[in-house]
């Protein structure tokens, strides 16, 4: 059975840094793509950053670009989100979640990590 178990959520002030965990398991992730979404009160969920386990490739979405780095850890089956310059908009609940390198939906999702970037 798969999970992913995120952690490293928090309250932090504007401008300070934080980094997310996503422990992944009862797979082999080699032809996956991980990714970290986020929802905001109120706002639908969107996506933050991706990266293959495989090769290492990344993308971001443009809000989080040359702020946000995601990298994986193929040891520990670990990715991670590391958020430096948090702004009071990266307020939300974190999510990460896997899919298949041949589909495009993501199905399976972690429980979430609350960040929380006060003003």
Known sequence: QVQLVESGG???QAGGSLRL???A????FTNYVMAWFRQAPGKERE???RISWSSGST????SVKG???ISRDNAKNTVYLQMNSLRPEDTAVYYCA????ILSTYDYWGQGTQVTVSS
């Open 10 to 12: 928090g309250l932090v």
């Open 21 to 23: 965990s996503c422990a």
């Open 25 to 28: 398991s009862g797979r082999t």
């Open 47 to 49: 996506f933050v950053a």
């Open 59 to 62: 993308y971001y979405s443009a």
């Open 67 to 69: 702020r946000f780095t």
């Open 98 to 101: 896997a899919r298949s390198v």
